[in-house]
């Protein structure tokens, strides 16, 4: 007859948070060891591919680990990935660009009415 297993926890329903693997100890004992769930890696908010430089935690470990672990030394480091952060910096240079293109234009504008004169 098979040896009985107890559980450890007392939850003792089949869920996603309590799954157990039998495990046999060195003293021939089995056991259950609790199963925590994979974590997945943080993603990048533009593109959605995983963020490299962060560990994949589950939330409540990112807590414990300090601040130069959960982001990366750039701007937008622990929420952007490289290439959106490129494009994103890229673009507002772009738009400003464009203001002061407008801005000249229109100051030639009014030169040009005023000599008209």
Not at 40 to 55: E, F, I, R
Not at 76 to 84: A, K, L, N, W
């Amino acid at each position: 007859m098979a040896q009985r297993v107890t559980l450890r926890k007392r939850q003792s329903y089949n869920t996603n948070s309590n799954r157990r693997r039998i495990v046999k100890t060195p003293g021939g004992k089995l056991v259950y060891h609790h199963i925590g769930k994979p974590a997945s890696a943080p993603k990048c908010g533009d593109c959605g591919t995983g963020l490299p430089g962060v560990p994949a935690l589950r939330p409540r470990q990112y807590a414990t680990i300090s601040k130069r672990q959960k982001t990366v030394n750039r701007a937008y480091g622990g929420s952007r990935c490289g290439d959106c952060t490129k494009s994103r910096i890229l673009r507002a240079f772009l738009i400003e660009e464009a203001k002061i293109v407008k801005r000249v234009m229109k100051a030639q504008v009014v030169a040009s009415k005023t000599k008209a004169k």
